[in-house]
């Protein structure tokens, strides 16, 4: 019986439900492993309208100053 080779999809898929995040919101998943490091997974998701204004109300709290 021949082994059946996993698709980026199916993996994915299983990463987000591992990591509890809605797959449909995800557009990119990189996962880096550097031996002796600790591996790290950069996930890239969708934010919606209400989300990104979160994050927009949240940093017009910060202000640049020269130093």
Known sequence: M?????TAQ???QAICDA????A??????????DPGKAAT???V???T???GN???DEISNYELHAK
Do not use: C, H, N, W
């Not at 021949?2 to 996993?6: C, L």
């Not at 990591?19 to 809605?22: A, E, I, R």
């Open 54 to 56: 979160q994050i927009f």
């Open 10 to 12: 199916s993996l994915g």
């Open 24 to 33: 449909s919101r995800i557009g990119r998943m990189t996962i880096d492993l």
């Open 41 to 43: 997974i950069q996930v």
């Open 19 to 22: 990591l509890g995040l809605d």
């Open 45 to 47: 998701k969708y934010l």
């Open 49 to 51: 309208e209400a989300e």
């Open 2 to 6: 021949a082994e059946s080779i996993t």
